[in-house]
T-cell receptor
Framework: QKEVEQDPGPLSVPEGAIVSLNCTYS??????FMWYRQYSRKGPELLMY????GNKEDGRFTAQVDKSSKYISLFIRDSQPSDSATYLC?????????????FGTGTRLQVTL | DGGITQSPKYLFRKEGQNVTLSCEQN?????MYWYRQDPGQGLRLIYY???????QKGDIAEGYSVSREKKESFPLTVTSAQKNPTAFYLC?????????????FGPGTRLTVT
């Protein structure tokens, strides 16, 4: 069993929809949770990070962590065609000079007109 | 502009040849990382370095080697011992100041070995 599980999709939604992307994990030591967006044939870019449990909002994006369920989510409101990309969750238990991140496999999102 | 550069974007090699992938950053970050991305498998850590002249193996280091002679540079050599070298290789960097979990990625190098 992988430490981090993520549905690969693809997930197709109409423009303006609310999108919910999720990851589950098994390592209870994970404390930092990140969401990266990756466009085709590009490097990932960090969207949001959350420490421990709770919600964090940034514009149209909301990250949610439920440590009791070992479940994290990324919500995208008013989705746009430019949101079409692969979304990767990542997490780590340690953050010193360097952090070893564990990534999910990514969910491919397609927002249609 | 600050950022991470990787070259070349595409690389083709014959089986049995070693190949070196370049990664340079001008963000003044202490830590640098190499990941490999395969379809359906997400990113897997190959090597990382916290400081010049020091590096540690990641989860899939076999068949790879790295060096960190300068803070700005962290080249990755894919040796002939790597059984499945064809993949998308990503370099990243981070700084402890903002949290080393905030890793910034380069554009990647797609390596094809035939």
């Amino acid at each position: 069993q992988k430490e981090v599980e993520q549905d690969p999709g693809p997930l197709s939604v109409p423009e303006g929809a609310i999108v919910s992307l999720n990851c589950t994990y098994s390592n209870s030591a994970f404390q930092y949770f990140m969401w990266y967006r990756q466009y085709s044939r590009k490097g990932p870019e960090l969207l949001m990070y959350t420490y421990s449990s709770g919600n964090k909002e940034d514009g149209r994006f909301t990250a949610q962590v439920d440590k009791s369920s070992k479940y994290i989510s990324l919500f995208i409101r008013d989705s746009q065609p430019s949101d079409s990309a692969t979304y990767l969750c990542a997490m780590t238990s340690y953050t010193g000079t360097a952090s070893k991140l564990t990534f999910g496999t990514g969910t491919r999102l397609q927002v249609t007109l | 502009d600050g950022g991470i550069t990787q070259s070349p974007k595409y690389l083709f090699r014959k089986e049995g040849q070693n190949v070196t992938l370049s990664c340079e950053q001008n963000l003044n970050h202490d830590a640098m990382y190499w990941y490999r991305q395969d379809p359906g498998q997400g990113l897997r850590l190959i090597y990382y370095s916290q400081i010049v002249n020091d590096f540690q193996k990641g989860d899939i280091a076999e068949g790879y080697s790295v060096s960190r002679e300068k803070k700005e540079s962290f080249p990755l050599t894919v040796t002939s011992a790597q059984k499945n070298p064809t993949a998308f290789y990503l370099c990243a960097s981070s700084t402890r100041d903002s949290g080393s979990y905030e890793q910034y990625f380069g554009p990647g190098t797609r390596l094809t070995v035939t």
